[in-house]
């Protein structure tokens, strides 16, 4: 297996996403061994995470739909948005990324997913529950710990684990660079093609914040009722 995930996913201080995709990053490195056997990534796109799972095969599905470009995704099958195009008990393990707050119809999908699983396999699950905006239109839920919970058990699953990744100070510095990237850097326009103002902007707006963050984390105390993202281990019953 390769270990290998790209520094987009598993990112330095000067990426704009560090708490949020190094939080991801540390979650699905956790529990990725429970996965075995065929294992589906549901609404995969790039597949970023694939080599932290040790299966006999990786299978990307997704859809493709406005909010979302599929240009140089390692997609192996579409759905139409409803029905997933395998036979009954196919997979061993079902990997799901941050995709199900872009299904309106999750209730719907969620039997589809349990009849494509195989009796007592397993599903991990991530959404974010403190993000902006994303992918629109396709942007309809943040979803709790407990929202996921009633959801799956309502079709068919079993809760194994819930967790959390990012703490409600990381999830605050997060979001302010997000707003830094987004808002504020946009405003030095053409200064921004000039390489030495370019990186004391990044310093000032990304890192020195991600940094900032990274320290009071450290120091006070980690606090998680407001928090980035849930991870979510089930078991088809």
């Known amino acids: 297996m390769n270990n290998r995930v790209t520094s987009g996913f598993n990112p330095n201080l000067f990426h704009p996403f560090f708490f949020v995709r190094k939080g991801l ?123 996921l919970k009633h959801l799956l058990e309502k079709n068919g699953f079993t809760l194994l684990t819930t967790d959390k990744s990012g703490t409600f100070i990381t999830t605050i510095f997060q979001m302010m660079v997000v707003y830094n990237v987004q808002y504020i850097l946009p405003l030095f326009g053409f200064l921004m093609k000039i390489s030495p103002i370019r990186f004391i902007l990044k310093f000032l707006f990304i890192l020195l914040p991600n940094l900032t963050g990274t320290i009071l984390n450290a120091l006070l105390p980690k606090k998680q009722d407001f928090y980035q993202n849930t991870i979510v281990l089930a078991e088809k019953n």
């Not at 859809?63 to 409803?82: L, P, T």
Request: glycine fraction near 6%.
């Open 25 to 147: 990053y540390k979650a699905i490195k956790k529990y990725a061994g429970e996965l075995q056997g065929v294992l589906m990534d549901f609404g995969c796109g790039s597949k970023p995470y694939k080599a932290l799972f040790n299966v006999e095969q990786y299978i990307g599905v997704d859809y493709n739909g406005d909010g979302h470009s599929h240009e140089k995704e390692e997609i192996d099958v579409f759905y139409d948005g409803k029905t997933i195009p395998f036979p009954d008990a196919h997979f061993d393990a079902v990997f799901s990324s941050e995709v199900f707050e872009h299904l309106f119809n999750l209730e719907e999908i969620l039997p589809e997913l349990n009849r494509v699983m195989k009796p007592k396999s397993k599903i991990l699950i991530t959404c974010p529950f403190v993000w902006n905006e994303h992918e629109v239109p396709n942007d309809y839920a943040r979803y709790t710990q407990f929202a």
